[in-house]
């Protein structure tokens, strides 16, 4: 089968298209005929060497790229899944040869969800980590108060304002003013663009600061300024996580797959796509997401 894999960290050109054999599921696991692959910003930071580097990747000869999986159950072993059943899944062991970036993946049954209905595979795709990466984050916040969401637009903080709403938390949302109108309607209450002195700007709008912030755009000390003294913070990202001043309690959050809670939220949120690609062009693919300023995850199809 095809697989785009990583031998060499870099840029989108070291990306490689390779020809390996069709993985068999153990005990407990499945295999999907993959339908679609949604990109996200941990695999950019995969190919590039970033998480290496941080520790969270251990050295590997080769690696597979891509989280997001959708398509049709190919063998299901002694799962409770059916041969041919529509299904999407989260795969949270990045240290493997194999990603979703192929023709075929291995996941364990408890990662993998039922696709929901009235999606195709492109948009149900682009679900599983956004949404589980918003959802844990949310559970890590204790505040029944105002959520700064940073990086509102995107694919995850689009997802953490649309839950948060949904847990009646007041929402302030930064995102650029041109996309003030989508964040709203996400339902964020009240909307800040980004940009220098965030966290004064913040606090004309909520004195004294927020209770807690989820900072999906990695702003790090200058989202924790908009948070009031013994507030709350998330972070997103290895090493982007700032120190605890004025006693904010600071947490990351490690995602992980979850085929119950995945399956809840995929009948809650709505599909995010932002463009459709052969796997082949897994590189251009890269190179649009570097150039910013997406809506949406941009998807793979082999």
Do not use: C
Not at 18 to 28: A, D, L, R, T, Y
Request: glycine share 12%; hydrophobic share 50%.
């Amino acid at each position: 089968m095809r697989a785009m894999v990583v031998r060499r960290f870099g840029g989108p050109e070291v990306l490689e298209a390779v020809e390996v054999p069709v993985p068999e599921p153990g005990p407990g696991q499945v295999r999907i005929r993959v339908a679609a692959a949604a990109v996200n910003p941990v695999d950019a930071a995969t190919r590039s060497g970033a998480l290496s580097e941080a520790g969270v990747i251990p050295p590997r000869e080769v690696l597979g790229l891509g989280w997001d999986v959708a398509g049709r159950i190919d063998d299901a072993g002694d799962t409770r899944f059916g041969v041919g059943d529509a299904v999407i899944g989260l795969r949270d062991r990045i240290a493997l040869p194999l990603g979703a970036y192929a023709e075929y993946l291995v996941l364990d049954a408890s990662a993998v969800a039922p696709a929901p209905p009235g999606l195709s595979p492109v948009e149900a795709a682009t679900l599983p980590l956004n949404a589980l990466t918003a959802a844990q984050a949310l559970d890590l916040v204790e505040t029944t108060g105002t959520l700064l969401v940073t990086g509102a637009a995107g694919a995850v903080g689009g997802y953490a304002v649309a839950l948060a709403h949904a847990r009646k938390l007041p929402v302030v949302a930064v995102a650029s003013e041109a996309d003030e109108a989508l964040v709203r309607q996400f339902g964020a209450g009240e909307f800040v663009p980004r940009g220098p002195a965030l966290g004064d700007r913040v606090r004309a709008v909520v004195p004294g600061g927020v209770d807690a912030v989820l900072d999906t755009a990695l702003l790090g000390l200058d989202a924790l300024d908009a948070v009031r003294g013994g507030g709350e913070f998330v972070a997103f990202a290895a090493g982007a996580a700032p120190l605890p001043l004025r006693g904010v309690r600071v947490r990351h959050v490690w995602i992980r797959a979850d085929g119950e809670r995945l399956a809840e939220l995929a009948g809650r949120l709505p599909a995010r796509v932002a463009g459709v690609l052969p796997l082949a062009e897994a590189a251009a693919a890269h190179e649009r997401l570097a150039a910013g300023g997406l809506r949406g995850r941009l998807v793979l199809t082999p």
